[in-house]
C-alpha cells in the first residue's frame, strides 16, 4: 500500500540555518503530496502541496519539489527561525482517498 | 470565513464510558475527515463522509462510529472506551475529497 517515510527527529538547528527534512513516498499513481505543520497544542497547518511531478510548492519561505523519479518531496528552508519550531509532516493521498501521513519531524530553532 | 471548528477542545472520561465529538467544516465543504494521532502511531485515519454518507473507512474497530448531518457538521463516537483511545482527535474538511483538507485544532481525549 501507500506509505510515507520521512527522516527521524529532532531537527535542532540555530537560528538562520538552513533546513532540509527528507521524506520519501511509496505510491501507486499520481499522488498529490503535502507537507502540514503542527505547533504544540494545536491541529495541523497546510503548509505547501505540489499535485504533479516536478511541480514547486512554497509557502513562508518554505518549498518542496514533486521528483517522480527519485519518490521523494523534500522541505528545504534558506533560513529558519525560531518560530518555525514545530512539527513537520509529509503526507500524500489519491482523490478520494484517505491523507497518508509519515511519523512526524520535530524542529527545534534557538536564537 | 471561519476554519474548521471542533468542541470540545478536552475532555477527560472513564473506562467503559461513551464520548461524542463533534466538528463542524469549513462553510461549503462536504468532506468531512477524522484521524487519530497519538504519540506511538501517528496520525491514523478513521473514516471520510461526504454528503452524509461515510465514503472511506480506516482499520479501526467498530467502536468508533461516526455521521454526518445534513449541514455538513459531523460527530464521531467511541464506546466503550480504553485507556488506548486517549488522543488527539483531528477533523479535516474539503470540498469533495482530501485534495486539499484543512484541520481544525483537534479534541484532546484522555481516558482514565
Known amino acids: 500500500g501507500d506509505s510515507v517515510t520521512q527522516m527521524e527527529g529532532p531537527v535542532t538547528l540555530s537560528e538562520e540555518a538552513f533546513l532540509t527534512i527528507n521524506c520519501t513516498y511509496t505510491a501507486t499513481g499520481y499522488p498529490s503530496l503535502f507537507w502540514y505543520v503542527q505547533y504544540p497544542g494545536e491541529g495541523l497547518q497546510l503548509l505547501l502541496k505540489?499535485?504533479?511531478?516536478?511541480d514547486k510548492g512554497s509557502n513562508k519561505g518554505f518549498e518542496a519539489t514533486y521528483r517522480k523519479e527519485t519518490t521523494s518531496f523534500h522541505l528545504e528552508k534558506g533560513s529558519v527561525q525560531v518560530s518555525d519550531s514545530a512539527v513537520y509532516f509529509c503526507a500524500l493521498n489519491r482523490e478520494l482517498t484517505a491523507l497518508i501521513f509519515g511519523k512526524g519531524t520535530t524542529l527545534s530553532v534557538s536564537s | 470565513k471561519a476554519g474548521v471548528t471542533q468542541t470540545p477542545r478536552y475532555l477527560i472520561k472513564t473506562r467503559g464510558q461513551q464520548v461524542t465529538l463533534s466538528c463542524s467544516p469549513i462553510s461549503g465543504h462536504r468532506s468531512v475527515s477524522w484521524y487519530q494521532q497519538t504519540p506511538g502511531q501517528g496520525l491514523q485515519f478513521l473514516f471520510e463522509?461526504?454528503?452524509?454518507?461515510?465514503?472511506n473507512k480506516g482499520n479501526f474497530p467498530g467502536r468508533f462510529s461516526g455521521r454526518q448531518f445534513s449541514n455538513s457538521r459531523s460527530e464521531m463516537n467511541v464506546s466503550t472506551l480504553e485507556l488506548g483511545d486517549s488522543a488527539l482527535y483531528l477533523c479535516a474538511s474539503s470540498l469533495r475529497g482530501n485534495v486539499e483538507a484543512f484541520f481544525g485544532q483537534g479534541t484532546r481525549l484522555t481516558v482514565v
Open positions: 463522509y461526504f454528503s452524509e454518507t461515510q465514503r
Open positions: 505540489a499535485t504533479k511531478a516536478d
